[in-house]
């Protein structure tokens, strides 16, 4: 049962548009929720994070949304550029009920920006 | 950038043959975790440490063993290695906040 769910494998946008990468999630209990970013053969890197407590949280030129009553958040990303071409991941956790800080991933999006 | 390395970063090894993979890390972080990343799952908790000598199973914990005997070292055991465990292997570690921050990966081919 994919609790976390990137449901478009791939995405291609043009170099200076918008990319917008969506994420779903199933458990109620999750109250915080992360985009990592991955380029091929190295290690996910943290992005950008939001609490369940707010509905946007924005860090330059990248902004989650999150709508807890869709059980939905994306990622924007504006303007897109080449160097963002990478796979994400979206991620949950039951931060603040849990005591181990797991992670919960998207099986990831594929984002290629044209030039 | 975290200072987390892991090795080796490549191996291949043949079914049914022992493998140790592992985590270092230079932060005195006192979260570790390992994951595996394959085509169509994203990555999947294997094992995961909470102190020295504290640790528990994840998602997908079936034929592996881990090991925590620092706060610097995680060690990731395939006891009798199969095929189905040929996947990039990631450690990622955290002081407790909810980002947790990931090594360079191992890739493990197992024949």
């Known amino acids: 049962d994919q609790q976390v769910k990137q449901n478009s494998p791939s995405l291609s946008v043009q170099e200076g548009r918008i990319s917008i990468l969506n994420c779903d999630y199933t458990?109620?209990?999750?109250?915080?929720f992360l985009w990592y970013k991955k380029y091929p053969a190295e290690g996910p890197t943290f992005l950008i994070s939001?609490?369940?407590?707010?509905d946007k949280n924005e860090d330059g030129r990248f902004t989650v949304f999150l709508n807890k009553s869709a059980k939905h958040l994306s990622l924007h990303i504006v303007p897109s550029q080449p160097g963002d071409s990478a796979v994400y991941f979206c991620?949950?956790?039951?931060?603040?009920?849990?005591?181990?800080?797991?992670?919960?991933f998207g099986t990831g999006t594929l984002l290629a920006v044209q030039p | 950038d975290a200072g987390i390395t892991q090795s080796p970063r490549h191996k291949v090894t043949e079914t049914g043959t022992p493998v140790t993979l592992r985590c270092h890390q230079t932060?005195?972080?006192?979260?570790m975790y390992w994951y595996r990343q394959d085509p169509g799952h994203g990555l999947r908790l294997i094992h995961y440490?909470?102190?020295?000598?504290?640790?528990d199973k994840g998602e997908v914990s079936d034929g592996y063993s881990v090991s925590r005997s620092k706060t610097e070292d995680f060690l990731l055991t395939l006891e009798s290695a199969t095929s189905s465990q040929t996947s990039v292997y990631f450690c990622?570690?955290?002081?407790?906040?909810?980002?947790?921050?990931f090594g360079p990966g191992t890739r493990l081919t197992v024949t």
């Open positions: 991620a949950a956790s039951d931060y603040y009920g849990g005591a181990t800080n797991k992670l919960i």
């Open positions: 458990n109620s209990m999750f109250d915080y």
């Open positions: 939001i609490s369940s407590i707010k």
């Open positions: 932060e005195n972080h006192r979260y």
């Open positions: 440490s909470y102190g020295v000598k504290d640790t």
């Open positions: 990622a570690i955290t002081d407790g906040r909810v980002e947790q921050y």
